[in-house]
C-alpha cells in the first residue's frame, strides 16, 4: 500500500481500548448523578467536566458553556481534511430524566457493570451515545484518524425539560460554533428492534413530530352548588376535553412515514398503495405487526388530555377550569393541528400553546441516511436498515434553528427480549456491553465515511 490516504483511514477499525472505554464512560458518566427535575432542578456540571477532560485527552479543546451556572454544555471540533466540505454536528446530553431507586433492582446511579450489562440511569438515554462519541474521538486521535468533514461535538445539559440551557441556549448565543453545520447525528436510533418473526429491524430516524403543549381554560360563572348554572366552567371544559380525547386525526404522511410504510410493506411482502383512492394505513398497520410501532404513532397528529385543574370545593361552582393536553404535530401539518383545536375547543373553551417546538424532517434520500446504513449492514449484515420518525423530540430540533438536518443514530444491537424502548425512562434502564462494543464500531464506522 502507498501512502495513508483518507480513504485508508475509512478502513480502519477501532482499537480494544475504544472497547474498554465506551463500557467505562458510560458507567461513569451513570454515576455522575445529573436528574434534570425540570425547572431548573439539575447540575450538569461534573458530567460536562468528565467529558471535556476526556476530549482534551484526545487533543481537542473543549469549551464548557453555561447560561446559568452549573448548567454546563461542552462544546469542541475536530478539524477535516476537506476545508470545502459541510461541517457535521455530533451532540448527546447529558442529563437524565429521575429514577425513583425503591422500584429499581440496583442503585439507578450505580453504573454497576453485572453480567456483561451496564446498569443504571442514562444506559441507553443516553450517556450510552455519549460515551460512544467519547471513545470514538480518543481512538481516532491515539490512531492518527482524520474525518473529512468538520466535526463539532456537543454536549448539552436540560434536554428532558426545557433545552433553555442547553441546545437552546447553544442556538441561540453560540451560533457561530455550529458554523458550516448542515446535519446533526444524535438519539434515538438505529437500536435493534425485534419484530417477533425472527428479523431485526434498526430504525434510524429521519424526522420529528413537532410538540404542541397545550392549555385551555373555560370561563364560566361562578356559584352556588345548588342553583340553577348553565355557565359552568367545568361541564364546558370536560365537553371540549372529551371531544379532543375522542377526535380521529386524518393520515398525513410525510416523506420519512411513507419511506417507512414503503419498506416495511416490502419486507413483509404486503401491498403499500399509499397513494390508492382508498389506502387504509390502519389496516396496512395491523399487516405489520409489532413493527407497525415503529410508525403508528406519525401516521397522524395527535392530541392527548393529560390535567385537569378545577373547582376547590363540591358545592362552589368555580368561574375557571383548566386543562393540558399534550399535542404532536407532524411537519407540514401544524396549521391544520391549530385550526382542529380551534374547532374541537369551540367558542367556550379559549386554548393557547403553553409550549411549541417545530416538526422536522431530514430526507431519506441522502448520502449521509447511506452512509449510516451501510455502516450499520457492515456490522449486522442480517439487519433491516428502515428510517423512521420519532414522535417525540430531541436537542434537533433547536439546532434545526441553524439550518442543521437532525438524524437520529445511535447503534446498538441488542438481544430478543431486551425492550430498548421500553427501558427509555424506564425502570432498570440498562445495556449490554455488547450492545456498547457494536456501537462504537457503527459510530466509528459511520464518522469515518461522513
Ligand atoms: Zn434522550
Not at 481512538?139 to 433553555?164: H, K, L, M, N, Y
Not at 342553583?227 to 393520515?251: F, Q, S, Y
Request: proline share 4%.
Amino acid at each position: 500500500m502507498a501512502e495513508e490516504q483518507p480513504g485508508h483511514q475509512a478502513a480502519g477499525h477501532v482499537d480494544e481500548q475504544a472497547l474498554d472505554e465506551v463500557v467505562r464512560f458510560t458507567s461513569e458518566l451513570i454515576r455522575i448523578d445529573t436528574t434534570n427535575r425540570g425547572g431548573g432542578d439539575c447540575r450538569e456540571r461534573p458530567a460536562a467536566e468528565y467529558a471535556a477532560e476526556r476530549l482534551a485527552g484526545a487533543g481537542l479543546e473543549p469549551r464548557l458553556l453555561e447560561r446559568t451556572p452549573g448548567r454546563t454544555n461542552v462544546v469542541a471540533r475536530i478539524e477535516g481534511t476537506d476545508p470545502s466540505a459541510d461541517a457535521l454536528l455530533l451532540h448527546g446530553h447529558l442529563d437524565v430524566v429521575p429514577a425513583e431507586a425503591a422500584d429499581w433492582s440496583v442503585d439507578p446511579f450505580s453504573g454497576e457493570i453485572r453480567d456483561g450489562v451496564v446498569w443504571g440511569r442514562g444506559a441507553v438515554d443516553m450517556k450510552n451515545m455519549d460515551a460512544m462519541i467519547l471513545s470514538v474521538v480518543r481512538g481516532w486521535a491515539r490512531q492518527g484518524v482524520r474525518p473529512r468533514r468538520d466535526i463539532v461535538i456537543a454536549f448539552t445539559a436540560d434536554e428532558e425539560a426545557s433545552a433553555e440551557d442547553g441546545s437552546g441556549f447553544l442556538a441561540d448565543q453560540h451560533a457561530s460554533l455550529f458554523e458550516g453545520c448542515t446535519e446533526g447525528v444524535s438519539e434515538s436510533g438505529a437500536f435493534t428492534f425485534h419484530d417477533g418473526r425472527g428479523n431485526e429491524l434498526y430504525g434510524i430516524a429521519a424526522g420529528e413530530r413537532g410538540t404542541g403543549w397545550l392549555r385551555l381554560t373555560a370561563h364560566g360563572r361562578a356559584g352556588h352548588g345548588s342553583k340553577v348554572n348553565h355557565d359552568n366552567a367545568v361541564t364546558k371544559l370536560a365537553t371540549a376535553i372529551a371531544r379532543i380525547g375522542e377526535h380521529r386525526w386524518p393520515v398525513r404522511l410525510t416523506p420519512t412515514v411513507r419511506a417507512a410504510l414503503t419498506e416495511l410493506a416490502a419486507l413483509y411482502g404486503e401491498q403499500a398503495d399509499l397513494d390508492t383512492p382508498g389506502f387504509d394505513v390502519d389496516t396496512l398497520l395491523e399487516k405489520l405487526g409489532p413493527a407497525a410501532s415503529l410508525v403508528e404513532a406519525t401516521v397522524r397528529n395527535s392530541a392527548n388530555p393529560t390535567m385537569l385543574h378545577a373547582g376547590y370545593k363540591v358545592n362552589v361552582i368555580p368561574g375557571q377550569a383548566v386543562a393540558h393536553v399534550d399535542g404532536r404535530f407532524l411537519a407540514g401539518a401544524e396549521e391544520e393541528f391549530a385550526a382542529t383545536l380551534d374547532r374541537l375547543t369551540g367558542v367556550d373553551v379559549d386554548w393557547e400553546f403553553h409550549h411549541r417546538e417545530v416538526a422536522l424532517q431530514a430526507p431519506v434520500h441522502s448520502s449521509t441516511y447511506a452512509k449510516m446504513r451501510a455502516a450499520v449492514k457492515e456490522f449486522a449484515p442480517e439487519g433491516h436498515v428502515v428510517p423512521y420518525c420519532m414522535s417525540g423530540g430531541t436537542d434537533a430540533k433547536q439546532f434545526s434553528r441553524l439550518g442543521i438536518t437532525g438524524y437520529g443514530f445511535t447503534p446498538l444491537k441488542t438481544p430478543e427480549g431486551f425492550d430498548y424502548q421500553a427501558l427509555f425512562h424506564g425502570v432498570d434502564e440498562r445495556v449490554p456491553v455488547d450492545a456498547l462494543h457494536f456501537g462504537v464500531r457503527v459510530l466509528d464506522r459511520y464518522l469515518r465515511t461522513a
